[in-house]
């Protein structure tokens, strides 16, 4: 499986971030894999966000208030939406997967290069 992110780069303060995962060499209907969405804001440690399944979707409970995570099985592709954004949210998003459902990135071994966000004015 291999995982390409893309999106804007810069974003406003409170504007609403759109990134999308392009998935190739699986599929998104698979029972398998849960698609995650994972960031690294400079300095600090990688920060599980939420995640996508065949069962649902699962977020990290101070972000799901802003964020939603979406899937194309037509397009292959998984889309991370996150609303009101702030400087804060600046960071590298990676999208991921992993088999079975876990919010421990080390547990993950698929990742996307990442893009990176910058939130500024």
């Known amino acids: 499986v291999q995982l390409q992110e893309s999106g804007p780069g810069l974003v406003k303060p409170s504007q609403t971030l759109s990134l999308t995962c392009t998935v190739s060499?699986?599929?998104?209907?698979?029972?398998?894999?849960?698609w995650t969405w994972i960031r690294q804001p400079p300095g600090k440690e990688l920060e599980w966000m939420g995640a996508i399944a065949s069962s649902g979707s699962y977020y990290r409970p101070s972000l799901k208030s802003r964020i939603s995570i979406s899937a194309d099985s037509a397009k292959n592709t998984v889309y991370l939406q996150m609303n009101t954004l702030k400087p804060e949210d600046t960071a590298v998003y990676y999208c991921?997967?992993?088999?079975?459902?876990?919010?421990?990135?080390?547990?993950?071994?698929?990742w996307g290069q990442g893009t990176q966000v910058t939130v500024s004015s």
């Open positions: 060499g699986g599929s998104l209907t698979s029972n398998l894999y849960y």
């Open positions: 991921a997967a992993t088999a079975g459902y876990s919010r421990d990135v080390n547990q993950y071994r698929t």
